[in-house]
């Protein structure tokens, strides 16, 4: 078995989490940042709040018992850690709390790897930064955030009943309000959660930017992360693109490509109304510009109609 870090820097790990609404770039950024010759970023791992949903949410950081040692490793999305239930038991051994446990988890990562620095991509967890801040107070966390109009198109074609704003009840009668709501939460969560943080513990970038100027974000991202700037990042699907034209962009690891969604061109002017008039405060907020779409009767009967519906799930949203 490879060794892990040091005591003196055990702590480093989980080191950075990449959040972010789904269907916003996430994917993209975690590759780049995979590819770093120092880090490495698991893909959609999830387990950290939802493996001990239950415990963290009377406990926010537990003492380490063999029962939430199972509960992890039965977590149906562990196996992406690419870790063995020999590593698991060795990340567990004199370990008193959960953040210790999970720590050692990214470290034995990391050594699989041969990196010193391991971090995680789950894009919902914009909306558990308080939680893994408590859990890692050192850990630094990368906000990127996409109009969510091409957000809508991306999840209209990508959600379900088991996944994303699928999931809610509404979707069946709006999905592009749905959406709106959706991207709202998700967004609205993490950039007030993040900045609660301060510059040293959390970035934000657009998903618009980073496709445009590759390098020179990443070279921001870098700096923030305090780790050398590589060109590796920027290179990472070489060697890997397929060049089948019945996959997606992601499947088919292309380079960063702009145009993949246009709410402009692919989204009815009713939906692009529908999603203004639910989350236009925030896409002002954010620097994006509004479509300028009259507002029609039977729009603000939709918009009325997602945002009741908003209103009396609130207690029940997960």
């Known amino acids: 078995m490879r060794s892990v870090q ?68 039965a977590y149906r999305r562990f196996h992406r850690m690419g870790l063995d239930d020999a590593e698991v038991g060795d990340a567990a051994r004199d370990c008193r709390t959960y953040s210790q446990f999970v720590s050692r988890l990214y470290d034995f990562r990391a050594a699989r790897q041969g990196k010193p620095l391991s971090g995680e991509k789950t894009p919902d967890f914009c909306r558990q930064i308080p939680a893994l801040h408590h859990l890692f107070p050192e850990a630094r966390f990368i906000h990127i955030i996409r109009d969510g109009r091409d957000t809508s198109l991306s999840a209209v074609s990508w959600a379900s009943t088991a996944k994303g704003p699928g999931k809610w ?96 061109n692919q989204m009815a002017e009713n939906d692009i109304a529908v999603f203004e008039g639910i989350a236009g405060k925030l896409l002002t907020q954010l620097g994006y510009e509004l479509s300028g779409v009259e507002i029609t009767g039977t729009v603000e009967d939709r918009v009325k109609r997602c945002l009741d519906w908003w209103q009396g799930q609130k207690m029940s949203r997960t």
């Not at 994917?27 to 770093?36: E, K, S, V, W, Y």
């Not at 120092?38 to 893909?43: G, I, K, S």
């Open 169 to 264: 009840s509404l979707w069946a009668e709006d999905p592009v309000g749905a959406s709106a709501l959706w991207w709202r939460w998700q967004t609205a969560t993490g950039t007030r959660d993040g900045q609660a943080l301060g510059e040293g513990l959390y970035h934000e970038l657009k998903y618009e930017s980073l496709v445009g100027d590759s390098p020179a974000l990443l070279a921001n991202i870098a700096a923030f992360l305090q780790i050398p700037d590589s060109a590796e990042m920027a290179n990472y699907f070489a060697g890997k693109t397929k060049k089948n034209p019945n996959l997606s962009a992601k499947s088919a690891w292309l380079p960063p490509t702009k145009g993949l969604r246009d709410w402009r």
């Open 6 to 73: 040091t005591t003196e820097t055990r702590n480093r790990n989980p080191f950075v989490f990449v959040v972010g609404c789904p269907r916003s770039g996430t994917t993209l950024l975690q590759r780049m940042l995979d590819n770093h010759p120092q880090l490495t970023v698991a893909n959609d791992t999830h387990f950290i709040t939802r493996a001990i949903k239950k415990t963290l949410a009377t406990t926010p950081d537990p003492l380490l018992t063999p029962e939430l040692v199972d509960q992890v490793l």
